[in-house]
Every structure is written in structure tokens, then in C-alpha cells.
């Protein structure tokens, strides 16, 4: 398991990179959005992003994907410098998640591709 990413410096030796932080939200969305399998996920499965910031209900989902299995996977992205993003994060996924229960599978087809 891969730890940490490492680059030669300018003496040729290797180092670890130091961890940095993203500035903006869409910045993440898009690494996600282009490479799903990045996302420390129990079991490694496959996904397949379905959409970007989708209407579901009251609010906007960050990126709605489907596992090779068929399950629905709602991504919410947050910046660490709120204290509050966990709880609201998980607010969010769950009221989302209970939009998506209440689809039929053509509203789904209409709504979310």
C-alpha cells in the first residue's frame, strides 16, 4: 500500500511530497469526476460518475455515480476548513439518498441522465 507520493528533488534523490491542500471545491470535483477509483472505498469497486452537481430534491449532489454492481453511489465533496463539513456532508447524503428512494426508474432516467 502506497503511502505517500514521492518525487526525485533536484539531486536526483527520492522524497515524499508533502501533502497540500485544494482551494476550491470544483477542483476536487473534477479530480473525482475523472478518476472515481482515487476514493479509499472498502472493497475497491468500480464506478462509473453519472452526473455533476445533480438536482435531487431541494439541493444539488456533487456527483452521482453506479457501482459495476448497479449500486447507486452519492459523492459529496467538502473543503476541511469548515468544522461543520462532516455533519453536513452526512446531512446531505442522507437527504439525497432519500430523494433517489422515491424515484421510479424512468424519473431517475429523466433526472439524473
Do not use: C
Not at 479530480?31 to 482515487?38: E, F, G, I, S, Y
Not at 476514493?39 to 439541493?59: D, F, I, Y
Not at 467538502?78 to 437527504?95: D, G, I, P, Y
Amino acid at each position: 500500500m502506497v503511502t505517500a507520493i514521492w518525487a526525485t528533488n533536484p539531486d536526483g534523490h527520492w522524497q515524499p511530497l508533502p501533502p497540500t491542500a485544494y482551494l476550491a471545491e470544483a477542483e476536487l470535483h473534477n479530480l473525482v469526476k475523472d478518476a472515481p477509483q482515487l476514493l479509499p472505498l472498502a472493497g475497491k469497486p468500480h464506478l462509473t460518475v453519472l452526473g455533476r452537481e445533480v438536482r435531487l430534491g431541494n439541493g444539488y449532489a456533487d456527483l452521482i455515480a453506479v457501482e459495476s454492481s448497479g449500486r447507486l453511489v452519492i459523492i459529496e465533496v467538502k473543503l476541511a476548513v469548515n468544522a461543520e463539513a462532516r455533519r453536513a456532508v452526512v446531512a446531505q447524503v442522507l437527504s439525497y439518498a432519500g430523494y433517489l428512494q422515491g424515484l421510479d426508474p424512468e424519473q431517475f432516467e429523466s433526472q439524473i441522465l
